[in-house]
């Protein structure tokens, strides 16, 4: 990288997890009306795409054991992009018995074998001959399908993931009729510049035709940093889950992703346009904070949006 780009992408997409990836790894048991609330007000903050729930086994998330009552009872505006999260064929299946109640569905596995199989209990081949008949079903519904890669970045077990696996994998993925590949930094083990030149080959390896998101956890206080350096390297769609809620199942110590009020107020302070208003984001993270009743990881919903009296 050489220095920051003489002029940043003129806006940005941001797609809310938080309801999802946040919620699921939180201790507390959060009552599906308070799910309910916090998703409603999300969905009126200008945020275009929110990841509601998933259709995953109560017994192994029982955080969101309620998905179907959730997305029946969410009132979300025209506009905003509803998308579940499903492991498997089965949980497709479930969320189908819904599917007036959102627009894309979204797919993952792990790019460690390791990691894979302490998440999902399989390996990786095994993951995608699934995800190959589940996109392609979530496809012939006419929803758009988004495919996350955990683990892109680096492996807590394994260390080192090769870029080239990685990559193997998105393909696979685009080629079952993925048209978005999120690539996550599961346990927040990426750098600046590990995230730069992942994205610029990544870019030229699966073509203009597949949006590439970028996936950061916060667990090493280089979130938004990495952001900047995706940002660097053509990279205009984010996921980011407001008040930094979540984390990942496996290992322990794996914090939440970057926080949406603190991504939307870097870019706003770079004249980078996301449609969000930040007050209301904050609201809403204020909102979850009530809701869990204890302190939250956000920066910006402690010190609040940049006040420059009026001077700029």
């Known amino acids: 990288m050489h220095g920051l780009p003489s002029a940043p992408p003129s806006s940005v997409d941001i797609r809310e997890v938080g309801p999802r990836d946040g919620f699921q790894n939180e201790p507390e048991t959060i009552a599906t009306a308070d799910k309910v609330a916090l998703i409603d007000r999300l969905a009126r903050t200008g945020v275009r795409r929110i ?8 017994d192994v998330v029982p955080q969101l054991a309620d998905a179907r009552e959730v997305l029946k009872a969410i009132d979300v505006p025209a506009g905003v992009s509803r998308s579940v999260l499903v492991p498997n064929m089965r949980g497709l299946e479930s969320a189908l018995a819904l599917r007036d109640r959102f627009e894309e569905v979204g797919v993952f596995l792990s790019a460690s074998e390791t990691h894979n199989g302490r998440n ?12 190959d008949a589940v996109i392609a ?3 012939d519904e006419g ?3 988004e495919a996350v890669i955990a683990t892109s970045f680096g492996c807590p077990y394994e260390g080192v993931v090769d870029r080239h696996r990685v990559l193997t994998i998105a393909r696979r993925l685009t080629d079952a009729g993925a048209g978005e590949i999120g690539f996550g930094d599961t346990t927040g083990m990426a750098n600046p510049v590990q995230v730069y030149e992942h994205f610029k080959v990544a870019a030229a390896a699966l073509g203009d035709g597949v949006q590439l ?6 667990t090493r206080g280089q979130g938004l940093a990495n952001v900047l350096a995706a940002m660097q390297a053509g990279c205009t769609s984010y996921e980011s889950s407001f008040g930094e809620l979540g984390g990942c ?4 110590g794996a914090t939440g992703n970057i926080a949406s009020e603190d991504l939307v107020s870097m870019l706003h302070e770079m004249g980078v346009h996301t449609a969000i208003n930040l007050p209301a984001l904050i609201d809403a993270a204020a909102a979850a904070r009530a809701v869990l009743g204890r302190p939250l990881g956000s920066h910006t919903l402690v010190a609040g949006p940049v006040d420059w009296k009026g001077r700029r």
């Open 51 to 58: 990841e509601v729930t998933s259709f995953v086994r109560p």
């Open 120 to 131: 999902v209990n399989r390996t990786t081949d095994e993951s995608l001959r699934e995800l």
């Open 137 to 139: 079903r979530a496809r």
């Open 143 to 145: 929803l758009r399908v």
């Open 213 to 218: 998101t970028a996936h950061f956890h916060n």
């Open 249 to 252: 199942p496996v290992p322990a």
